[in-house]
């Protein structure tokens, strides 16, 4: 079986998305999951959790010099995050897609951040931008005994093979 990580450019390509607390604030989980089921990828973690300042700010680490870097640490640990592992082909890139621009004032109307939100520092959800980081953030977030390698029944439905 693959890593908990997943296996990218393949069926087995796992991406670290969490619906910032604004998201879960403004009660968008059931809709923002939904997106992620109906595409057709399989959800192999979920967990809802606070972070900590410290916990937010290693999230974030590539961003520490930024400017805007103490209030996004802050909004990210202002309330509990759902922290999730998807599977599927191509979902790093294609769950980038589903999520829109960083700038919502950018996001394709269609997409997550362009529906349901306005300003870059309330831009209620995250996702892993390539290969290493979705490695660096599961591994980050999940243990392995956290993620479900499970096999879903209409994987065939899904997939040619
Ligand atoms: P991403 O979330 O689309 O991957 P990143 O550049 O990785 O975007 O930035 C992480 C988060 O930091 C963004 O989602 C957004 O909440 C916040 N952020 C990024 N750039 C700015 C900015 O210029 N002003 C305020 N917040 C920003
Ligand atoms: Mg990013």
Redesign the pocket.
Known sequence: SVPHYGAAGTQKERTFIAI?PDGVNRGLIADIIARFEKKGFKLVGLKLVHPTEDFAAEH?D??KA???FP??VK??ASGPVVAMVWEGKDVILTG?KL?G???PADAAVGTIRGDYCI?????I???S?GADSAKHEISLWFKENEIADWESAVHKWTYEK
Do not use: E, S
């Not at 300003?119 to 831009?123: A, C, E, S, T, V």
């Open positions: 910032k974030y590539d961003l930024r400017p805007f209030a996004l909004y990210f980038r999520i621009a960083t700038n300003i870059m520092g309330r831009n959800i995250h996702g931008d």
